[in-house]
Each structure stands twice: as C-alpha cells, then as structure tokens.
C-alpha cells in the first residue's frame, strides 16, 4: 500500500490506507491519495464493496485540513464500476459535509483503453459536482498523448518508471520533458510519482514540477 497514514484501515473485503502528495515548492501537503484495494469478486456490484471504505475515507478527510484534498484512487471496475464508485464516494461526502472540489478521482490506466468513450462519458456526467480527474501512470504503455484529449483531464501522474533514476537517463528526461510542455500548454496540473531521491526531487523542481509523491517527497513537508 506504499507510504500509508496511521488512519489506515482494513475493512473486509476492503484496504484503504492515505498516501501524500505534496506540493514541494510550499512545503505543504497538497492532497492524500486514498489507496483502495478490493479482496472481493470482481463481478460483484460495486455498490457495496465501496460502502466498505467510502465512509471511512470521507471521515479521514474531514480532518486532513480544509486545503487538503483527497484523490480517491479508482479500483479498474470498467465504465459502469466508475460511474457506481463516483456516485457513492460523492453521496458519501455529501453526507458528511466534505465539498466535492476537494475530490480528485484518479482513473487508472486501464480504464483509458477499453471503450474511453463510456468512461468519458461517465465522468463527465458528474464532472458538474466539482471535482477533479486525474490519469494515473501517465507514460506506461501504449496510450499516446491523444487520451489527454480524449479525458481533459485536470491532472496527471508521471508513472516512477519514468521518474526513478531520471537523472542518469537522458532518454527519461526527454520524455519527461516532453509531457511538461504539453501539460502546460494544455493547463494540467502534473504530479510527478515514485520520488525517492534528492536528484529527482532537485530535476524535477528545476522543470517546474512542484507536486510529488514519494518516499524522499513525503520529507518536504512541515508536520
């Protein structure tokens, strides 16, 4: 489950556990990813596996600050699991009085293959409530700039293939470079995960990427 918060829980047939991103410019807590793992038949409905954590999660959130957001990472569940998983995280923070804005749905890679079209239409269904949209290991695979198109997605998160040991890889850098400019022009925020070195926390800074997660990260914050 990575770098997970004291608050983690097990909730059968659910783990949940809270990961920081932070914004190392500011030295400050930025978001705290949710990590949701599901032990349960994948076929079942959605519904009711995420009452298992969802609660859970929103609670936490209520008490990580009023800047702190929380990206909720989507289990792969296809286009009719988000939209269950959307609904019931957004009727769970309403009951508990956490606005939709400090919501980030991270949507994992393979959901952007497989019939984009469903998923997109999914998200922007609710896309209306507030919250924001993340593409999570952005730069793995075969998904080519085009799904920054396809999703208009308000964040993305560079995969730690890419980030770890990007300073003795002069190919990395040219690709890491490369989604910058086009994140920039296209006004997407970037994270940059898998940051576990001073090189990498220094590289990336130098490029203007100020949003990180990471073992070595996770240090540039007042606590």
């Known amino acids: 489950m990575g770098r997970a918060d004291p608050r983690s829980r097990v909730c059968a047939p659910c ?6 991103i932070v914004d190392v ?26 009452d298992n954590w969802a609660e859970g999660v929103i609670q936490a959130a209520r008490h990580l600050g009023a800047a702190t957001r ?15 998983i959307v609904e019931t995280v957004l009727d769970a923070a309403q009951r508990a009085g956490l606005p939709a804005e400090r919501l980030i749905f991270e949507i994992p890679r ?3 293959g ?28 075969y998904a080519g700039l085009g799904v920054l198109v396809d ?15 990007i300073g003795e890889s002069r190919s990395k850098q040219a690709v890491v470079k490369g ?23 220094s590289w990336l800074r130098a490029q203007g990427v100020s949003f990180m997660q990471g073992c070595y990260a996770a240090t540039f914050y007042s606590t």
């Open 15 to 20: 783990l949940w556990g809270l990961d920081p």
């Open 25 to 50: 410019a500011c030295q400050r807590i930025y978001a705290q990813e949710a990590l949701v793992r599901l032990a349960a038949d994948p076929g079942a409905p959605p519904g009711g596996l995420v």
């Open 70 to 84: 929380l990206a909720i990472d989507l289990p792969q569940a296809g286009a009719h699991g988000v939209a269950g």
């Open 110 to 112: 393979e959901e952007w």
């Open 114 to 141: 497989p019939g984009p079209a469903m998923v997109h239409k999914v998200l922007a269904d609710y896309r209306g409530a507030g919250f924001g949209v993340a593409l999570d290991h952005f730069g793995v695979g």
């Open 151 to 165: 999703f208009h997605p308000d964040f993305i998160k560079i995969d730690a293939s890419l980030v770890r040991g």
């Open 179 to 201: 989604v910058l400019s086009v994140a920039r022009d296209l006004r997407i925020d970037v994270t940059a995960t898998g940051v576990d070195g001073a090189y990498e926390v």
